[in-house]
C-alpha cells in the first residue's frame, strides 16, 4: 500500500507558465501536477498536489495533515517570508519538506528570510520541479525506514 504525501502550493504558483516563465520556466501547474503524481506512484508514494492564494485554506490544510499523519511538501510561495500563522501551523505537522522552484537566496533581498525554514524537516530551493523530486524522494525514504 501506497504512503499518502501531499503537496501544497501557496500562492501565486497557479500562475506557473504565465508569471515570470523567466524564474519559473513553462510549465503549467497541471505539468507539475502530473509530473509529481508519476515520480510520487514510482517511489511508492500517493501524491495529492493542492493550491491555494489563501492562507486560511493553507493553514487548514496543514491542520489536516497534522491531524492525518500526513507528510508533506510545502511550497509556501510568499508566505515563506512572513506568515507567522502558517509557521505555527507548518509545526504541527510531523514531517514537512519546504520546497521551492527558484533560489530565494538568490532573489530579491526580501525573499531570503523564511519565517518556515526553522520548523521543516530541510529546505530544497533552486531546482525547478526537480526540487519536488527530491523532497519526495527523502519522504519516500522516510516512510520506508520507519516502516
Do not use: K
Not at 6 to 26: H, Q
Not at 42 to 63: F, K, N, P, Y
Not at 98 to 119: C, K, Y
Amino acid at each position: 500500500m501506497s504512503q499518502l504525501a501531499w503537496i501544497l502550493n501557496g500562492p501565486n504558483l497557479g500562475r506557473l507558465g504565465a508569471r515570470e516563465p523567466e524564474v519559473y520556466g513553462s510549465a503549467s501547474l497541471a505539468d507539475l501536477s502530473a509530473v509529481c503524481a508519476q515520480w510520487g506512484a514510482e517511489l511508492g508514494l500517493d501524491v495529492e498536489v493542492r493550491q491555494t492564494d489563501s492562507e486560511a485554506e493553507l493553514i487548514g490544510w496543514l491542520h489536516q495533515a497534522a491531524d492525518r499523519s500526513i507528510p508533506v511538501v510545502l511550497n509556501p510561495a510568499a508566505f515563506t517570508h512572513y506568515s507567522y500563522g502558517l509557521r505555527d501551523a507548518v509545526a504541527q505537522v510531523s514531517l514537512v519538506i519546504e520546497v521551492h522552484l527558484s533560489n530565494p537566496a538568490a532573489r530579491d533581498v526580501f525573499r531570503h528570510r523564511s519565517v518556515i525554514s526553522g520548523v521543516v524537516l530541510g529546505t530544497i530551493a533552486g531546482f525547478g520541479f526537480d526540487s519536488y523530486y527530491l523532497a519526495l524522494s527523502e519522504l519516500a525514504r522516510l516512510a520506508a525506514a520507519s516502516s
